[in-house]
């Protein structure tokens, strides 16, 4: 029973670098979000999905950029990463008025 | 967009005793839900509780349970006979109930239980 799974787990970027991190969920869910969590600021919303082929912006969506070609995966990407990206990274699932389900979060360091 | 609002940053609590967190929040959706989430030091999300809007009774789950005052936007969560494994981050969260699903997260509360 996988849920929701993130690759990479750890990641070190230079500045200026581009990656994508990749969410797959196994439950069939509609909806889908990425969110960043920094310290002292809880866990902030950066593009969310209500349905394959769908995306929409969160709190905090500049310089990231998503899509949702198939309703099991959500990738986000960085297309030029910056030192603030510094973060830890979730994914997250669920059904309409349900619980989200997380993975387990991607730890990733820019310098 | 709604806005969720947790004013204690951090908690102590005497193990086997009761506390309660504090969340608030702001929307103008009329249906919505209510979440609380806790992080311990591993990082992992574990969901807790849930509250929908035009749920008439507050929710409980073993030990949590969510006191739900609609009109003053306020979502508590209490937890009763603390444990040390208690210990960790708790994290309010709302979202709308209609198909604009953006759920969003209070900055948190980080709660010490003392042996």
Known sequence: NAGVTQTPKFRVLKTGQSM???????????????YRQDPG???RL???SVGEGTTA???????????????QNFLLGLESAAPSQTSVYFCASSYLNTEAFFGQGTRLTVV | AQKITQTQPGMFVQEKEAVTLDCTYD???????????????????????????????????????????KARKSANLVISASQLGDSAMYFCAMRPGDHNNDMRFGAGTRLTVKP
């Not at chain 1, 994508?20 to 990425?34: I, K, S, V």
């Not at chain 1, 969160?58 to 310089?63: A, F, K, L, M, S």
Request: aromatic share 18%; with cysteine; proline share 4%.
């Open chain 1, 20 to 34: 994508t991190l990749l969410c797959a969920q196994d439950m069939n869910h509609e909806y889908m979000y990425w």
């Open chain 1, 46 to 48: 950066i593009h969310y």
């Open chain 2, 27 to 69: 929307t103008s959706d009329p249906s919505y839900g209510l979440f609380w989430y806790k992080q311990p030091s591993s990082g992992e999300m574990i969901f807790l509780i849930y509250q929908g809007s035009y749920d008439q009774q507050n929710a409980t789950e073993g030990r949590y349970s969510l006191n739900f005052q």
């Open chain 1, 57 to 71: 912006k969160g709190e905090v969506p500049d310089g990231y950029n998503v899509s949702r070609l198939k309703k």
């Open chain 1, 41 to 43: 600021m809880g866990l």
